[in-house]
């Protein structure tokens, strides 16, 4: 028995003690019986959830703490950027830093925007058209958006053997309604890769293998 269940039932009993003699009153109501009864279970309720909240789950109170630092930290560095922009519109650090903070945050389409700015600047770098993919299709809850495609398809040129790329223009065909080839490319990357690839791992719980 854990420490808050055991104080609730020390309050329930004390509350209990306490009221027993009113339920003793020869003049006493079945009304104002309920009423005590009542009284009784509000009593224990708030009492439990109080000390459950103080006992049955002290690990979740410096959990939040640390999010909420983490957050403010994140927004501190998107105001700074900013600042950095407004002075200098073409500063990749910037960009790339405003980018990464826009992904922390699930501000998606302001991410995307923000590496497609970082994309331009340094005229394609792989990496960073990866991060714009990588924001076009969590702001679009997991689809491959067309948007998303004509960035992988560049990036199939720089990098073919990118496994990331291939498993997101597979999973395109798939949405696009072209299961047959979706499926073929997919076991075609599926053995290409090293078993303790992410993507193996990815693929593997998709189709319920672990």
Same mark, same amino acid.
């Not at 005590?36 to 049955?56: E, R």
């Not at 994140?74 to 910037?94: M, Q, Y």
């Not at 309604?177 to 599926?190: P, R, T, W």
């Given at each position: 028995?854990?420490?808050?269940? =055991? /104080? +609730?039932? *020390? @309050?329930?009993? %004390?509350?209990? #003690?306490?009221?027993?003699? !009113? &339920? ?10 309920? =009423? /005590? +009864?009542? *009284? @009784?279970?509000? %009593?224990?309720? #708030?009492?439990?959830?109080? !000390? &459950? ?158």
């Amino acid at each position: 028995m854990s420490v808050y269940q =055991i /104080f +609730s039932l *020390i @309050i329930l009993v %004390v509350v209990f #003690i306490i009221l027993l003699p !009113l &339920y003793r009153l020869e003049n006493i109501t079945v009304k104002q019986r309920r =009423i /005590f +009864s009542a *009284i @009784i279970i509000i %009593v224990f309720c #708030i009492g439990s959830f109080g !000390l &459950y909240y103080q006992f049955g789950t002290p690990e979740i109170l410096p959990l939040l703490a640390q999010r909420e630092e983490k957050l403010s930290g994140i927004r501190e560095k998107i105001t700074t950027n900013s600042e950095i922009l407004k002075k200098d519109p073409k500063s990749l650090k910037a960009w790339v830093e405003i980018g990464d903070s826009f992904m922390e945050t699930s501000q998606f389409a302001a991410a995307a925007n923000a590496y497609k700015q970082s994309i331009l600047l340094s005229e394609g770098k792989p990496e960073l058209i990866m991060s714009y993919v990588h924001a076009l299709i969590l702001g679009a809850d997991g689809t491959v958006t067309p948007e998303a495609k004509k960035s992988l398809d560049i990036m199939l040129i720089l990098q073919p053997e990118n496994e990331q790329v291939r498993y997101f223009l597979a999973m395109y065909k798939m949405q696009s309604g072209d299961a047959k080839g979706a499926m073929e490319d997919m076991k075609g990357l599926y053995k290409s890769l090293a078993d303790d690839s992410p993507v193996k791992a990815l693929i593997d719980r998709q189709i319920g293998r672990k």
